[in-house]
Every structure is written in structure tokens, then in C-alpha cells.
């Protein structure tokens, strides 16, 4: 595996098949005797410059639970937030600690700070991408289908976001077909549909019914992500007609289940019926963060 995951262009079908081999092993033993701790003795430094619940708190328990030691830092509160440069603070970094998990705006930052370090950058979320988040959904659903090969996911409304982004390339790793639908300002990236890797696809279309069709899975994300809170009236009125409700679902093959990465803005992009209903495994999605990331951290940074 390469040194950083800043995306999912960092890695390969057998490289995921190897994060998902071992989150799956560490999810069953976690809480027994004897568990693996490759972090034994090792500080990594969690850094936000943006809000977290599920990132923050289950890259903490990781890291603990791996043996090792969380520094979390408030990004804005680091001489980052004045001005300090980014190779500066990577050349810093590297000489106190096993690893850096970041999440914060631009996606060059993260690059410059991985380009720049000799240990371990995983990208903890930026505005293009979430690869820890992509791959965590496409181990939950390898968990509840038993492969990930020909599985159909719809993704409805905001074509453009982090998380359409990594999905698209996590989807074709996987050999997952996705059908994204989207409105025409929210339409994903082309250089990421055009992405030539591995035996899945990535389609754009804004007819939610043709997403929907046959899809075993159905994911939608917040309508307005982190930074772009100025984007909201617009952004409500033109993806509204995105919305994930009990009708739309219906749409997919009976029996589809829902992802969403959370936190959810109920009544925007998702219906209290979707979430509550026997169709959501967004709670398992969730917890999944922890045994996948456990099994990167384990992978880049023992
Ligand atoms: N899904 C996710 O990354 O959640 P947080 O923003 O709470 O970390
Ligand atoms: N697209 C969302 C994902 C949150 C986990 C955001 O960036 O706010």
C-alpha cells in the first residue's frame, strides 16, 4: 500500500481487499483477550479544521484500542491557523509522531502535508473527498450481501459532494455499480466517472427513478456539506426533489437497504421513515468506521 490515503485513487482492489480482510478481523475480536496493538507506543495526531462526531470519536477509539496515543488538535488553534506553512508543520510532525489523521477544506493541503512528511497522512474528510468514509460503506455493504461484485447503489443528491466523489472511485474498486442522480449544478466530477480502475461503473443521471432501478443499496448525503453553508436556500430548493422518502424507496428492488454517512438532516435529504425504517443500516455504517479505519491505521502506520 502506498504511504498516505488521501483518496481512493490511493489504492487498489487487493489493497481494500486487505483493509477489508482485517477490519473484518478485528470487528470480531474486538473486546476479546489478546487483540492486536501495532500502535504499542505511538502517538498519532488527530487535526480538525472542520466539525466532527463519528470521525473524531472513532478515530480516538481506535487509536486507543490499537495500543496507541490520540493528539487531537484543533486546526485554527495550531500556528497552521497563523500562517505557520504546511511543509513547515509536516517537517515538524513527522519528527513527534506515527501518523497524522486530518480533516479540514482544500484537498492540496492534505496533499502538500503527505507530500511533505515521511509518515502516514489519511485524509479524515476534505471538500473533495472521504475515502475513509467510502470505504467504510462499501464494507457494510460487502457485510450485508455477502460480495460487493454487480451490487447497483443509487446515490441521490448532491452529485458534487466529498462523498459522491469517493464513492464513485470506491464503487468501481469494488466493482459496485453506481447510478448517481443529481441535478445539473450538483452533477459529479467527469475526470472521476471517466476513472479507469477496477470492474465497477459510475453513472450521472437526474431522473431519480432510473437511479433507483434495481439498486440494492440507496445512499444520500446532507445537502449541504461542511463549507458551504452560504450555498443552503439554493441548494434546498434545487435538490429537493432529491429527497429520500419512503415513495422513492420503494423505487429500488424490494428488500434495498439505506446508507447514509451522517449526521443525517432529517426532512431535507431523508425522511424519519427511511431512517427509522428496517431498511436503514446507518447505525451499522457507522460503527463500521471504527473497525475500518482501525484496519488503515493498523495497515500505514504500525
Ligand atoms: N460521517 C462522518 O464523517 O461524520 P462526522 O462528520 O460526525 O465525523
Ligand atoms: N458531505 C458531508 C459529509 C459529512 C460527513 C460534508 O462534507 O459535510
Not at 454517512?261 to 451499522?284: K, N, Q, Y
Request: negative net charge; charged residues 25%; glycine residues 6%.
Amino acid at each position: 500500500m502506498k504511504k498516505d490515503l488521501l483518496s481512493c485513487q490511493d489504492i487498489d482492489r487487493k489493497d481494500m481487499e486487505t483493509i477489508f480482510d482485517l477490519a473484518a478481523k478485528l470487528k470480531a475480536g474486538r473486546g476479546k483477550p489478546n487483540q492486536p496493538r501495532p500502535l504499542e507506543g505511538k502517538s498519532v495526531a488527530t487535526i480538525f479544521a472542520k466539525s466532527s462526531t463519528r470521525t473524531r470519536v472513532s478515530f480516538d477509539v481506535g487509536i486507543y484500542e490499537l495500543g496507541g496515543h490520540t493528539l487531537y488538535l484543533d486546526q485554527s488553534k495550531t500556528q497552521m491557523g497563523r500562517g505557520e506553512t504546511v511543509p513547515d508543520t509536516a517537517h515538524v510532525l513527522e519528527r513527534y509522531l506515527a501518523g497524522i489523521v486530518i480533516r479540514t477544506f482544500a484537498q492540496k493541503d492534505v496533499e502538500e502535508l503527505a507530500a511533505n512528511a515521511k509518515i502516514p497522512v489519511i485524509n479524515a474528510l476534505t471538500d473533495d473527498f472521504h475515502p475513509c468514509q467510502a470505504l467504510t460503506d462499501v464494507f457494510t455493504m460487502l457485510e450485508h450481501a455477502g460480495k460487493t461484485d454487480g451490487l447497483k447503489l443509487a446515490y441521490l443528491g448532491d452529485g458534487a459532494s466529498n462523498m459522491a466523489n469517493s464513492l464513485t472511485l470506491a464503487c468501481k474498486l469494488a466493482g459496485v455499480h453506481l447510478a448517481i442522480a443529481a441535478p445539473e449544478e450538483f452533477q459529479p466530477r467527469k475526470d472521476l466517472l471517466d476513472w479507469k480502475q477496477g470492474t465497477g461503473s459510475a453513472m450521472w443521471t437526474t431522473s431519480v427513478k432510473e437511479a433507483m432501478q434495481d439498486a440494492d443499496f440507496v445512499y444520500t448525503d446532507v445537502w449541504v456539506s461542511m463549507g458551504f453553508e452560504e450555498e443552503s436556500k439554493r441548494r434546498m430548493s434545487i435538490l429537493a426533489p432529491y429527497r429520500l422518502d419512503m415513495a422513492t424507496l420503494r423505487l429500488a428492488k424490494p428488500g434495498a437497504k439505506v446508507l447514509h454517512c451522517l449526521p443525517a438532516h432529517r426532512g431535507d435529504e431523508i425522511t424519519d421513515e427511511v431512517m427509522d425504517s428496517s431498511a436503514s443500516i446507518v447505525f451499522d455504517q457507522a460503527e463500521n468506521r471504527l473497525h475500518v479505519q482501525k484496519a488503515i491505521m493498523a495497515l500505514l502506520m504500525a
